[in-house]
């Protein structure tokens, strides 16, 4: 919020005037996501704070004004439960609800409390949980007892269901995994602050380290996360935000990731640590099985961090909707992996769907003196003929990393595709060449099988950001490349 009317969300700005329907509440020009975050008011909560409170309280006027009950999308149950939430946070805060606020927010909650999204589950489902449970703490009185008990049974149930054995949340994407990791500190704090009962509060407690550990193996050592499904910088809180706030709460410090490897073993993901080398793998399902909306075709992508920084990344995540840009940031071209006949390794389609799935498997990990060495195999390309399958291995070595893909069954079409980050310029010169970052060479490569080209490429860290990028592609030869990366010292 940049001004009373005045709004930045996406790295998209815009302005609310209520009394123009081109650019109001429900502004059609904007994408719904944009739109969805006007109806959060995440502002009342965020730095500085205190110094617009003139400001929130003019806002939430004018929504109660021009957002009668039950109409428009701010009334959908994801934003209501996030507003909700940032009203009553503020309220607990020190803000002054007006009381007109005060009794709309009741009937938020008994809207919300007959409309809980059971049939998308997921992060979605876990936020009405939490509305309920803010709203029922907040009030008094027998509705108020239902509503939280309602969020305490939604939260019994769904924790343990989405909350896997190693720490991950089961949609796989390490921005949604955060922003859970928020909800459960958020939950915890609300718990102490009203005395709930202390079979809930271990509930989120026994949950808070292994989160923690799961959020910091899938993130670079720049502190931020990876780029797998559906990921963006800027919407969750950062790591180092969230280890922040949880040590306010009390909790010491999550396990810390030592060299050598981490395994999570049921989401899937595999970090490698070696020498100035950081390796995150994806050689998990693509989500839930009855929820995979924010999935991408990512399965058997890598991304790549050489000393402290990001050389190898997905491609990210810059908008939502049905549009052809979001399939093709969606699709598996997009990612560090390879594609077959020019398809994806899982169907995904519209916006949030995902047709035939690539099943990972057959994940074995050596870890030796001189290099670890992961592989690891899909049937995502099992619909072709011939049914093939992508096999591929890692081995990454104290100033080496070599990949290997091949494709079972006759040839194909076949090429492995490696994402730089924006700020590396790659150089050819046939099938080897170098990598230089901000002007610093920082590895070399070399291509031992399969033909190598470089294409522009866009990266998207942001919703709303599009950078310029490179990628470099393999084009298998006789179903098979393997590319070496040879990393080089600071310094030199």
Known sequence: MTSPSAFTFLNEAGLLNPNKPSAGWDDPARSKLWRYNLHYFDDLNAERAADRRGWHAALIGEWLKHNP?????GWEPFPTSLRIVNWIKAALGGFTLPADAAHSLAIQTRWLSQRVEHHLSGNHFLANAKALCFAGAFFE?????????QGSRILQRE?????????????????YHALVLEDLLDLINLSRRFGTDQALQGL??????PVRTWLAALS?????????????????PTPATLNAYAARLGFGSAAALLPGVKDLKQSGYVRVTRGPAVLLIDAADVGPVHQPGHAHADTLS???????????????????????????QRGTAAHNTLTIDGFDSS?????????????????HIVQGHNETSITASHDGYRFLPGSPMHHRRWRLGAGTLTIQDEVSGPPRKAEARYHFAPDIKLYAQGNCGIAEQAGRLVLRWEVAEGLARIEADTHHPGFGVSLAAQCLILACDNNRATL??????EGT
């Not at 909350?163 to 994407?173: A, N, Q, R, T, V």
């Not at 720049?222 to 499904?229: V, Y």
Request: hydrophobic share 40%.
């Open 302 to 328: 890598f991304e790549l961090s050489l000393h402290g920084k990001r050389v190898l990344v997905n491609g990210g995540t810059s908008e939502y909707g049905t549009g052809p840009e979001r399939l093709r």
């Open 347 to 363: 169907e995904v389609w519209s916006g949030f769907r995902v047709g035939r799935r690539a099943h990972p498997h057959d994940l």
């Open 204 to 209: 989120f407690k026994a949950r808070i380290n």
């Open 159 to 175: 924790l343990p269901n989405q909350i896997l054995p190693d720490g991950g949340h089961y949609e796989l994407s390490p921005m």
């Open 484 to 489: 070496r990366l040879i990393f080089v010292e």
């Open 141 to 149: 009185g027998a509705e108020a007892d239902a509503w939280f008990r």
């Open 69 to 73: 009950p039950g109409q428009g999308t």
């Open 220 to 236: 670079h050592p720049d502190g931020e996360i990876a780029f797998f499904n559906d990921a963006a910088l800027g919407i969750a």
